[in-house]
């Protein structure tokens, strides 16, 4: 019995995870991400698929970033019918982020077809509507952890906590052969790190025969987190005593609530001066929520706090904006102020209108706390081009631009390294994806000087598994 891969997405990049599994006749696919860059590259990328989405068995979702869930209603849009198989916070956080995701989708075709009707281009579509979304929800399923499950009479799976974001899970899958031990594949990606607010340390697998792993950090090491929060500190007291705002840029999940969590640390520890705090996401408010719903799945340390009724979210100190007529005061408020807004990488959603408002001001500081991939707007302006666009205008760049990759729920090179080498024993091969190249090959250096046997797929490579 033949068992293959197909690496269908998120190799050789950061966006859009899709892995196709084959046995026989049965099919399973790991992730169905959002392919994030470019306009017209976007629509393309995550309009065609590299598998009949009708001849698929199932499908399982290791976490609830868009960039590993996001075009799932195209998928079940395109004839897709089977289960999605996800742990329970990843099924709460699907619900809202799907939706969000269609919706933001929505807004930005309106206002990016009244520019092209302005200027007499073609009008657009969404990639899928909210209706979509809605569609793809009713095929979740949401699982424990550590419980097998059967994909296909063949294909079985368990989840570990991959300790990334809130509900993210190492699927583990075993294939049944007909006249051998099963065939075992650990799917990290994404990977978590250790020892980080909120989350419990990611769990180790044996008995792998393959590990299929990320390289976002494959060959960084990120600061220590205390720096981090030095490094914070010091941006917010230097741009509030010039009068400037702080926009952040921010993955509503996760992101947002380490932010909060470290500027409440801040503030009690009388390192920052007291100034407004605006998380502006509706999603975000709504994720806070599901934290708190699922706190069980939280670390000790934070349940302990929790337990003592500590208000690690700041639900009590911090503007949690949710109306869209709230969120363009911001722009007429000219006091300094902290805006925490929504999407991380800067390609859609409210984030745009901030930055659209004040990045032409020097007295402004954007502060980048998480990834920012290839093609961009958000890796434009950590790489301070001069001049970006933003909703198809051209704006200069003058503000102050401050990273901190401390804050990052991604493994650096030394805690994948470390993983791989606590995975081995039966290790047959390691699987580098989700990185971009060099990220991926100074992965692979590494794990080679340690003994082992990297390999970094191309899109759409197919690999046989023994």
């Known amino acids: 019995m033949s068992v293959n891969i197909t690496f269908c997405g998120g190799t050789r990049t950061v966006t859009g995870s899709m892995h196709l599994i084959e046995s026989d006749r049965e099919r399973v696919v790991i992730d169905c991400g959002l392919f994030q860059g470019h306009r017209e590259e976007f629509y393309q990328v995550n309009s065609n698929f590299c598998f009949n989405p009708f001849q698929v068995d199932a499908l399982v979702l290791s976490h609830s970033h868009i960039d590993h869930c996001g075009n799932l209603p195209n998928l079940v849009k395109s004839g897709f019918s089977g289960k999605i198989f996800v742990t329970r916070p990843t099924k709460e956080l699907c619900q809202l982020m799907l939706l969000d995701s269609a919706k933001i989708q929505e807004e930005d075709i309106k206002f990016v077809n009244k520019i092209n009707l302005r200027r007499g281009l073609p009008l657009r579509k969404p ?29 079985s799976c368990a989840f570990y906590d991959a300790g990334h974001i809130l509900g993210s899970a190492v699927p583990f899958f075993e294939i049944k052969k007909d006249s051998a031990e099963a065939l075992k594949i650990a799917y990290a990606v994404d990977l978590g790190r250790c020892n980080i607010p909120l989350l419990r340390d990611p769990d180790i697998l044996k008995d792998v025969d393959y590990l299929i792993i990320e390289s976002t950090y494959g060959g960084r090491l990120h600061s220590p987190i205390e720096d981090a929060k030095n490094k914070f500190a010091e941006v917010i007291n230097r741009t509030a005593s010039r009068g400037g ?72 100190s911090i503007h949690y904006v949710r109306t869209s007529e709230e969120s363009k005061q911001l722009n007429f408020n000219k006091e300094p102020m902290i805006i925490i807004s929504t999407s991380g990488m800067c390609e859609s959603g409210r984030i745009l209108h901030h930055l659209r408002n004040n990045i032409k001001d020097e007295r402004n500081t954007i502060v980048v706390v998480g990834y920012m991939a290839r ?17 198809g205008e051209s704006f200069e760049l003058r503000c102050e631009v401050e990273v901190i990759n401390a804050f990052s729920a991604h493994a650096d090179k030394n805690e994948l390294v470390d993983y791989a080498l606590k995975t081995q024993g039966r290790l047959k091969k390691i699987f580098i994806v989700h990185g971009d190249m060099d990220q991926s090959e100074a992965l692979s250096l590494e794990l080679k000087a340690k003994g082992l046997r990297p390999y970094i797929p191309k899109k759409f490579e197919t690999v046989a598994l023994e």
């Open 127 to 155: 990639l899928y509507t909210v209706e979509d979304a809605r569609k793809s929800l009713k095929s979740i399923r949401g699982l424990d952890y550590y419980k097998q499950f059967k994909l296909t009479p063949k294909i």
């Open 245 to 316: 705002k702080v926009i952040i840029p921010s993955f509503a999940l996760e992101r947002v609530q380490e932010v909060v969590y470290y500027l409440g640390r801040l503030l009690k520890e009388k390192k920052i001066r007291p100034i407004p705090i605006y998380v502006d996401s509706p999603l975000a408010c709504n994720i806070t929520d599901v934290f708190l719903n699922n706190s069980e799945v939280f670390d000790a340390q934070a349940q302990a706090l929790l337990a003592k009724n500590a208000d690690i979210f700041g639900i009590k």
């Open 375 to 391: 093609n961009t707007l958000g890796k434009r302006i950590v790489e301070r081009h001069k001049r970006v666009k933003i909703f």
